[in-house]
């Protein structure tokens, strides 16, 4: 009894000595919180270099992007390879796309996209629906998105068929494609982040056309998938790329249809992101680099792009 | 028997400390800073913070999260976070992972006597140390102390430099960040009941 009396006194003048010194009174109250949170800024804009990202515009803002991408800085199919650069002042006297997209963010993981495109004049409308954020001690080792987009071609008729000789009427349906991803991205630290983007393009008209090295037809809708990334050179730069390889046999070993791949630099200045890219990529959006990416690394058929991106607060 | 008495008077008189502790009313603190430069105005309010005061020492402690800093550009708050603040680096101490920069502290004294009997305003300053983006600074700030009933409430208005506290902000935005930023902090206590 006497030893556990002397326990509480001894206990009791350790209480209230404590609270006579020079304490940390906070830690009465709260408790710092070195637990997990959510990642942010896994990307800086909502795309890579071709590829989406798996940002989204935040709540209430408005993100207005102006795309282009510049002709080919040299072919080897050329005769004169070398005079066709100097010619064309390695690509910037031709256009091979250009878009202007306003993407506005309904809420913080809802953004909404309109855009056009000069090449096949596509209008696209898109939404992009972030589903699960990563948390920085990885239980939830990634962030996912749903990204869905919709092309219409105001191309004339003919252009849209071609030269086909037509045994069917012609079909306003067929001016649309349509493009759903998963975007699954994960910030490894503050300098890299990553992603995968399996996908499905579909294209409700296609003119016929087959890989003559294993004669496989072009199909409608085929699978893709995307491989995206950055690595960060200092705190507003870093070095991005993207490529997409395509599943269906038509594309495999094809000689005039190639995979996009894209390399650029990326910078961040305030409300501005800008990305400088070279791609073998005509297009600028999934509905057109996808599927008819004509141009490849190999023959020196790179394109310089760029990407001006301007946030304004709503 | 007489230990246990004196143990209860001595957890009595612990007790009795514990009533001259003074912490933040819910919803009465907020925190905004101010940048004041050629190109813009910044400004961004924190609504939340750990706030305690300890009237017989005149110890004045208070917590706040970086990343509860609201602005109205949503862009402005995640740069501000990863770019200037570093909020989520991570800071490996024994093993074990540390985010320094999610918190900013200031632990001071303030160095004139109150009389928290009665009501009254009284400008005092404090002196202590301000942590922030993991750097330590002793400061000086003026305030006013004000008791009305049962509460206290503090006010005050200072600057801090950004390069005092190792936030780097590149030639570039130089004349859209101002070099010294100003902080207003007001917070409602109440004496502190232990939940």
């Given at each position: 009894?006497?030893?556990?009396?002397?326990?509480?006194?001894?206990?009791s003048?350790?209480?209230?000595?404590?609270?006579f010194?020079?304490?940390?009174?906070?830690?009465?109250?709260?408790?710092?919180d070195?637990?997990?949170?959510?990642?942010?800024?896994?990307?800086?804009?909502?795309?890579?270099?071709?590829?989406?990202?798996?940002?989204?515009?935040?709540?209430?803002?408005?993100?207005?992007?102006?795309?282009?991408?510049?002709?080919?800085?040299?072919?080897a199919?050329?005769?004169?390879p070398?005079n066709?650069?100097?010619?064309?002042?390695?690509?910037?006297?031709?256009?091979?796309?250009?878009?202007?997209?306003?993407?506005?963010g309904?809420?913080?993981?809802?953004?909404?996209g309109?855009g056009?495109?000069?090449?096949?004049?596509?209008?696209?409308?898109?939404?992009?629906?972030?589903?699960?954020?990563?948390?920085?001690?990885?239980?939830?080792?990634?962030?996912?998105?749903?990204?869905?987009?919709?092309?219409?071609?105001?191309?004339?008729?003919?252009?849209?068929?071609?030269?086909?000789?037509?045994?069917?009427?012609?079909?306003?349906?067929?001016?649309?494609?349509?493009?759903?991803?998963?975007?699954i991205?994960?910030?490894?630290?503050?300098?890299?982040?990553?992603?995968?983007l399996?996908?499905?393009?579909?294209?409700?008209?296609?003119?016929?056309?087959?890989?003559?090295?294993?004669?496989?037809?072009?199909?409608?809708?085929?699978?893709?998938?995307?491989?995206?990334?950055?690595?960060?050179?200092?705190?507003?730069?870093?070095?991005?790329?993207?490529?997409?390889?395509?599943?269906?046999?038509?594309y495999q070993?094809?000689?005039?249809?190639?995979?996009p791949?894209?390399?650029?630099?990326?910078?961040?200045?305030?409300?501005?992101?800008?990305t400088?890219?070279?791609?073998?990529?005509?297009?600028?959006?999934?509905?057109?680099?996808?599927?008819?990416?004509?141009?490849?690394w190999?023959?020196?058929?790179?394109?310089?792009?760029?990407?001006?991106?301007r946030?304004?607060?709503? | 028997?007489?230990?246990?008495?004196?143990?209860?008077?001595l957890?009595?008189?612990?007790?009795?400390?514990f009533?001259?502790?003074?912490?933040?009313k819910?919803?009465?603190?907020?925190?905004?800073?101010?940048?004041?430069?050629?190109?813009?105005?910044?400004?961004?309010?924190?609504?939340?913070?750990?706030?305690?005061?300890?009237?017989?020492?005149?110890?004045?402690?208070?917590?706040?999260t970086?990343?509860?800093?609201?602005?109205?550009?949503?862009?402005?708050?995640?740069?501000?976070?990863?770019?200037?603040?570093?909020?989520?680096?991570?800071?490996?101490?024994?093993?074990?992972?540390?985010?320094?920069?999610?918190?900013?502290?200031?632990?001071g004294k303030?160095?004139?006597?109150?009389?928290?009997?009665?009501?009254g305003?009284?400008?005092?300053?404090?002196?202590?140390?301000?942590?922030?983006?993991?750097?330590?600074?002793?400061?000086?700030?003026?305030?006013?102390?004000?008791?009305?009933?049962?509460?206290?409430?503090?006010?005050?208005?200072?600057?801090?430099?950004?390069?005092?506290?190792?936030?780097?902000?590149?030639?570039?935005?130089?004349?859209?960040?101002?070099?010294?930023?100003?902080?207003?902090?007001?917070?409602v206590?109440?004496?502190?009941?232990?939940?």
């Open positions: 009894m006497q030893k556990i009396k002397s326990k509480i006194f001894v206990l003048v350790l209480f209230s000595a404590n609270l010194a020079q304490e940390d009174l906070l830690s009465l109250v709260d408790q710092k070195d637990g997990p949170r959510k990642v942010y800024a896994t990307f800086k804009t909502t795309k890579i270099g071709n590829a989406q990202s798996i940002e989204t515009v935040k709540n209430k803002h408005l993100d207005f992007k102006i795309s282009h991408r510049f002709g080919n800085i040299t072919d199919n050329q005769k004169n070398i066709y650069s100097g010619q064309n002042f390695f690509g910037f006297d031709n256009a091979s796309d250009i878009r202007f997209s306003f993407d506005y309904l809420t913080e993981n809802i953004t909404l309109i056009r495109s000069r090449m096949k004049h596509i209008i696209d409308g898109n939404i992009k629906w972030k589903i699960l954020q990563q948390t920085s001690d990885f239980r939830m080792p990634i962030s996912l998105a749903l990204f869905s987009s919709t092309g219409y071609s105001h191309d004339p008729m003919k252009s849209i068929y071609g030269n086909i000789v037509k045994d069917f009427k012609s079909n306003e349906l067929h001016r649309f494609n349509f493009f759903n991803q998963l975007i991205a994960c910030k490894i630290n503050d300098m890299i982040s990553m992603e995968l399996p996908s499905y393009m579909y294209r409700n008209y296609i003119i016929e056309s087959i890989n003559s090295k294993n004669n496989a037809a072009d199909q409608n809708g085929f699978f893709t998938l995307g491989i995206g990334g950055r690595i960060k050179i200092s705190k507003r730069a870093s070095i991005v790329g993207d490529y997409y390889y395509n599943f269906a046999k038509y070993n094809n000689s005039s249809v190639f995979m791949l894209s390399l650029g630099y990326e910078v961040e200045t305030g409300g501005h992101v800008f400088l890219l070279f791609t073998n990529a005509p297009g600028l959006i999934e509905n057109n680099f996808i599927p008819y990416t004509s141009d490849t190999t023959k020196g058929q790179v394109k310089f792009g760029f990407c001006i991106s946030t304004f607060a709503l | 028997m007489k230990h246990i008495i004196l143990a209860l008077g957890m009595f008189l612990a007790n009795k400390n009533s001259q502790i003074y912490t933040a819910s919803g009465s603190t907020s925190i905004a800073f101010f940048s004041k430069s050629p190109l813009e105005d910044i400004e961004a309010l924190n609504k939340g913070a750990t706030v305690v005061l300890k009237s017989s020492t005149n110890d004045v402690q208070i917590r706040i970086i990343q509860n800093f609201k602005f109205k550009n949503s862009l402005m708050e995640e740069h501000f976070n990863e770019n200037y603040m570093e909020t989520e680096k991570k800071v490996e101490v024994n093993g074990v992972a540390t985010y320094p920069n999610r918190y900013s502290e200031f632990k303030i160095n004139e006597k109150i009389d928290y009997t009665t009501d305003e009284t400008k005092v300053t404090v002196t202590g140390k301000l942590t922030m983006h993991n750097v330590t600074n002793d400061v000086t700030i003026n305030g006013t102390v004000i008791k009305m009933g049962n509460d206290i409430k503090l006010m005050c208005v200072f600057k801090v430099k950004v390069k005092d506290y190792n936030i780097q902000v590149p030639s570039m935005y130089v004349k859209n960040i101002a070099e010294e930023i100003e902080i207003t902090f007001n917070s206590l109440e004496p502190y009941q232990k939940k």
